[in-house]
């Protein structure tokens, strides 16, 4: 049996509500983020994180950085210092602000 046009209809409406949703939260997490490192007075311009779009953000990190805080913070990213946005958490945005602060004061 063929289901009806305004199943369909209903279920896009609920998929585009949930997308927005989605979108926003990651939007939230590179705002936090931009902000708590501009809070700790973290040297650069760290305006790229909230101009960037998509699930993931290229942090402007080297790759000793990533190297130091894996090792340091246990925060995971690629070499080249993309993160994930949509796997990171308003909790846990002042531990990766902190260990990006120190991996650029302390690491070159």
Partial sequence: MALPYFYFRGMY???TI???AMADRI???????F??????GTPGDWSHIIKQIGMFTFTGVNSKQVAFMTEE??????SDGRISMAGLSA?????LA?????AITRVS
């Avoid at 939007?27 to 983020?33: H, P, T, W």
């Avoid at 913070?73 to 690629?78: F, G, L, S, V």
């Avoid at 902190?98 to 120190?102: K, L, R, S, T």
């Fill in 73 to 78: 913070y246990h925060i995971y990213m690629t």
């Fill in 18 to 20: 949930e997308l927005k």
């Fill in 91 to 95: 909790k846990r945005v002042p531990h």
């Fill in 98 to 102: 902190d260990a990006i602060h120190a």
């Fill in 27 to 33: 939007i939230s997490m590179r705002r936090q983020l």
């Fill in 13 to 15: 409406n609920e998929w």
């Fill in 35 to 40: 902000d708590a490192l501009r809070a700790r």
